[in-house]
């Protein structure tokens, strides 16, 4: 029997069936490392416009990262070429989050941090165009489709490597814009384009995988602000009550909304599917992330100053709080595109979070985290009573299905 070949040129195209790789989780390794590196950051910068600035350097992680998510659900990344191309981001990938401690600060000496990371961040940016053209060859609207975003990937990557030569204030500003005009003309590009999602499984679990990334950094945190002070009762309560938030963060995204937003996916076809993938995935799962982040800090802020017995500061407060608030705000608008409805009890949760800040600012650090778990806790305890029923159903449908 002879085993047909597909010709050197053509990548083995995607279908229903396609699931998330083992080579995927691999490099999902790299972005692990990165979004411990803007956490990092911004306890070393410990200031408004450090938390502006470790935001960029999350937006510019997540845009790449969300761009091999499409490429993986198209093809096959763990074979051939691909992994090879994969293989080769992976490094620049890296090269890009050990340069974040200098990505707005170039220490004396070496090369020039920001600009080894606005390079390293083209290069994975432009091997991501590279790869798709290379997966997209027998498929030439899809390619005409990548050919189109490559506009953002220029334009905004320009001026992210201008802001890197310029250096100072400036800079912060010219990767700001840079990451905005990527995202704002890749959204305009992509609106009633070509663009593919041809496993709906995959790109689900994808995706939730990258919130389980952002959430075990928010674990790290814990450990990296544990790790620096003595074993005490407060360290301790203070690892209990970090945990505590991360659970239900965890909750309030996988327990049902997750697993309901899979199976509202999966019925959807074509440019609906393609649509909900770009709005609820693409685009509003980067607040999640972003909140889990924010919040990590806020938590690593408590532990860093677990023994003051008052004012914990306007901005521990504002990253505990204010990335909480984010991560509803974001995960009720999620469910709103693929759902139909906002999450109200979300938005409250938010709303309360928010209002907060400054209740918190003035209490000691460990009592403002004891805080905000408590009122992620009671949210989680509130929703899992009043949706009791909806919750069993989808959860007995979810099950039947995976049997």
């Not at 004396?108 to 790869?131: K, N, Q």
Request: with cysteine; aromatic share 12%; net charge neutral.
């Amino acid at each position: 029997m002879h085993l047909q070949r597909r010709p050197l040129r053509a990548a083995r195209v995607s279908d229903e069936s396609h699931r998330v790789t083992t080579f995927e989780l691999f490099f999902d390794l790299v972005f692990v490392f990165a979004f411990t590196q803007v956490t990092g950051f911004m306890a070393h910068e410990h200031s408004f416009t450090g938390v502006l600035q470790g935001m960029i350097i999350l937006g510019l992680l997540w845009w790449s990262w969300v761009s091999y998510a499409w490429l993986g659900n198209q093809t096959h990344v763990d074979e051939g070429i691909m992994r090879l191309g994969l293989s080769a981001v992976m490094v620049a990938m890296f090269i890009t989050s050990l340069a974040i401690p200098e990505a707005f600060t170039d220490l004396e000496g070496g090369l020039s941090g920001p600009l080894v990371l606005a390079l390293a961040y083209f290069v994975v940016r432009l091997l991501h165009l590279l790869l798709y053209l290379y997966a997209s060859v027998e498929d030439k609207p899809l390619q005409r489709q990548v050919i189109r975003t490559s506009v953002a990937t220029f334009s905004g990557s320009a001026l992210i490597i201008t802001g890197a030569v310029i250096g100072g204030p400036a800079q912060t500003w010219f990767w700001l814009a840079g990451l905005a005009l990527d995202i704002t003309l890749t959204y305009l590009t992509s609106s009633g384009g070509d663009w593919r999602v041809l496993s709906a499984a995959h790109w689900t679990e994808r995706h939730g995988l990258v919130i389980i990334l952002a959430l075990g950094e928010s674990i790290v945190a814990i450990g990296v602000g544990a790790s620096q002070e003595p074993v005490s009762i407060p360290i301790l309560l203070g690892a209990v009550f970090g945990i505590a938030l991360s659970v239900c963060l965890w909750w309030l995204h996988f327990d049902v909304t997750a697993i309901a937003a899979e199976h509202r996916f999966a019925a959807l076809q074509g440019s609906a599917r393609t649509s909900a993938a770009v709005d609820g995935y693409t685009y509003l799962h980067l607040p999640m992330v972003a909140g889990i982040i924010l919040s990590a800090f806020g938590v690593e802020d408590v532990l860093a100053y677990i023994d003051k017995t008052k004012d914990f500061g306007v901005l521990g407060s504002f990253a505990l709080f204010g990335g909480a608030a984010l991560f509803l705000l974001g995960s009720s608008a999620f469910w709103r595109r693929i759902g139909g409805y906002w999450k109200k009890w979300r938005l409250g949760g938010a709303a309360v979070l928010m209002l907060l800040i400054p209740v918190a600012a003035p209490l000691a650090p460990l009592a403002a985290l004891a805080l905000a778990a408590v009122i992620a806790a009671v949210l989680v305890a509130v929703e899992s009573l009043l949706y009791a029923e909806t919750r069993a159903s989808v959860r007995e449908q979810h099950a039947r299905g995976q049997h």
